[in-house]
């Protein structure tokens, strides 16, 4: 961002400024769909570390998704809010702890067989909320208070408003691209992106890429946590379902549709797909046929994501030409390694 | 726990294995050929269900449902290749797991629209309706036997068909060096074609076998997909006889643990992976980095 040009900077301004003030603009409704979509991107942003940034395909960010949720209703008492400072830290130490021990195994292996195994391990923790007795087997159960901020015996904020919800939601998504951002900019963020782009000289390089790669997958599965935290939050509710894996590869679509090498890129991407989505679903009850379809063309025709339609449109094929051999030369050779 | 149920248990779970064998055999050719993942192969096995409901619901016959179950999976996969699955030969695996992953959304909700969200049961043929008597309470039904008798043999004509056939070696050839056997002048465009086309007909026939015994049901195609992916993990990408090793080992990791640790049993089969992984991150005959 350090050579973005003025304009760019003028529009971040302006969205943040709009993003802030959006809970007095719309009804407490949108202001809900805002939050879910912050929930979502945040999911889709933590993905995106792996996934864009570390080049390796993983279909378990659901479970790590769900099973904060899952540590939320579990901590918080049945009758009274929990507290925000206990709850939420245990929530994103489980989620890290489950990341460290399901990426510890599955970056052993490489390629398809990493997205196969991540699958394979997501899936095991859906079934073991979804078998078992714990918080309601295969009903899920419900979180009847959202969690509170107190200090010193002083209500800080009332998550139960909408309004305040989602600022705390957007104040936790903003740090996550901050985060987000540093990560990527790094010299560890370099070495992450060296290993995707040709492992073999990374590794000659005396990178230690399994390190680098698993610090990576923890960090994302708990910011994945954070996001499943506020979603147990705001919708009152756990189910074995949050953990599915077609969670996990709904939001390697909005990943996919935003851009995969931008920071916030699957922030729009998950705006874009979860508007559709609502659009969807008021207009048919077979919304998910049409969804499947619109996937599937995203797939064939945008591999740039939806980023390349406004390429298409506005002609910066000059920027792309000048962008692409860079990229395109270290990926053949690493397709020869 | 005495011998004969122990017995059954271990029937049980060879079974099991078998249909597993079937779903996921048909997964690792296709990826071993045609370098594509396809999560929507556990639909197929849905499918294949589905279709045995629906046929043998409408003429009576399983038989029917049999064969009109295998012919119309193998046509559809034929029409998939063609319409989808080859633009995405030398796309990254994300491309392949988002474009299966949209093609789950669509086959199952035409499953939805087809046949709606109730559960079904199938008769099995009449002849394979009775059970074996092995002591004063336990009972083995024929059925299951007939299954295990129908995967043996499947599974044989499989080995015969890769290992001593024209066809199964320019497979051989395929999954051990695609551009080496295409400079050959192996016409792999009809190859893929066909190869995908079998492997959605086989997952399709498992279904087809088990719907007598499991009922069919709207999201019955999960839990085998992700089994069939652990098969495949476990026995090597691309290894049909990795696949029967690790589809034996899962069912009957399934069977017994089911009996002997009922609170962990549906998270045994992927400790079972997680001890493999540790000890070969391959898979047990896997060998090339993929």
Known sequence: ?337 | MDLVSLAVQLLNGVQYGLVLFLVASGLTLVFGILGVINLAHGAFYMLGAYLTYWISAYTGSFWLALAGGVAIAFAIGLLLEEIFVKRLYGRDHLAQVLLSFGLILVLDEMRHILFGKDVHSVAAPAFLQGSIRLTEVLSYPVYRLAICAFCLAVAAAIFFVIQKTRIGMIIRAGAENRDMARALGIPFDLVNRYVFAAGIALAALAGIVVAPISTVFPGMDNQMLILSFVVVVLGGIGSVAGAAIGALLIGITDSFGKVFFPSVSSISVYLVMAAVLLWRPNGILGQREV
């Open chain 1, 1 to 337: 961002m350090r050579g973005a040009p003025i304009t760019g900077r003028l529009a971040a301004a302006a969205l943040l400024a709009a993003a802030i003030a959006l809970p007095f603009l719309v009804p407490a409704y949108y202001v809900q769909f805002a939050t879910k979509v912050l929930i979502m991107g945040l999911l889709a942003m933590a993905l995106n570390l792996v996934v864009g940034f570390g080049g390796l395909v993983s279909l378990c960010h659901a479970a790590f998704f769900g099973l904060a949720g899952y540590v939320l209703a579990l901590a918080a008492p049945q009758y009274e809010a929990g507290s925000l400072w206990l709850t939420l830290p245990l929530a994103v130490a489980a989620a890290a702890l489950a990341a460290l021990a399901i990426g510890a195994l599955s970056l052993r292996t490489r390629g398809v067989y990493f997205i196969m195994v991540t699958l394979a391990f997501g899936e095991m923790l859906f079934f073991l909320f979804h078998d078992t007795k714990i918080a309601g087997g295969s009903d899920g159960t419900f979180v009847y208070f959202k969690p509170e901020a107190m200090i010193g015996g002083l209500r800080l904020l009332d998550l139960e408003k909408p309004a305040t919800f989602y600022w705390v939601v957007l104040a936790a998504t903003l740090a996550g691209i901050a985060l987000l951002a540093a990560i990527v900019r790094s010299p560890f963020g370099h070495a992450l992106a060296a290993a995707r782009v040709n492992e073999r000289r990374a590794r000659s390089l005396g990178f230690p890429i399994y390190r680098i790669r698993l610090t990576a997958f923890v960090v994302s599965g708990a910011l994945a946590g954070v996001a499943g935290y506020f979603a147990a939050a705001q919708y009152g509710y756990v189910a074995p379902q949050m953990l599915g894996w077609h969670v996990s590869a709904t939001v390697l679509v909005m990943v996919v549709l935003g851009g995969m090498r931008t920071v916030t890129g699957p922030l729009v991407g998950a705006a874009l797909l979860m508007g559709l989505e609502e659009v969807l679903r008021a207009a048919t009850e077979h919304w998910k046929l049409v969804e499947g379809i619109i996937i599937m063309i995203i797939v064939l025709t945008l591999s740039n994501g939806i980023r390349q339609l406004f390429e298409m449109a506005f002609g910066t094929a000059t920027r792309l030409a000048r962008r692409r051999p860079a990229e395109a030369l270290p990926a053949r050779e690493a397709g020869h390694a």
